[in-house]
């Protein structure tokens, strides 16, 4: 395989202590990537085997890491592999000393990351949630961009059709179901909570 194909870089970490959310949303980027020819993507994946497996079964070129590797270790990873055109890096505890790594082996690093927790050493941030403000912006290098807000949600394309979609909604409902995933999502089933209360709807 050529230098050119992997010419953009994924890095994720998944499994039963940080979740899959984050490597399901980052897989249907890549694959929309490919789709659009920008190489085949190539992922370094954190976690058991089965994560770097459900990548391959996607398609795609797969560099298993280790749960819990060091930088130092993750440095010797990524020195076997070409500088890439663009990484694109999406987890939980992304912080700025692996950023730092990743933006040494690219020439534009962009973090999804929709809790914006951390002090950011990347070329661009995006987080797919409401968050008008956040001090960590004052607070990341100088020169990191952050595109905020809803419309950055990383979404399938099927799910955006069914959002944009007419639908009829009953003015009385029975129950509501709400899903957030699988970690701790309390203060989303607050904003739910205080949605479903503004909206209007009549429910039990």
Partial sequence: MSERD???????????????????RLASFAEQ??????????????????????????????????????????????ADHSHAEATFLEMLEATPELQRLHRESTNLLVVFDDLCDQVYEADLVVCGQGLPSHANQALSAEGTEFLVGYDYFLMRPEFLEKRDAARTIRPRLERVLVTLGGGRYDVGYLKAAHGLAGSGLELD
């Fill in 6 to 24: 992997n010419r953009i870089h994924f890095r994720t970490r998944g499994g039963p202590t940080q979740g899959w959310g984050n490597v399901y």
């Fill in 33 to 78: 990537c490919r789709q659009r020819g920008h190489g085949q993507p190539l992922f370094f994946a954190e976690g058991p085997e089965t994560v770097a497996s459900f990548l391959r079964n996607r398609g795609f070129d797969v560099v298993h890491l280790p749960d819990g590797i060091g930088i130092e270790e993750e440095r010797r990873v990524l």
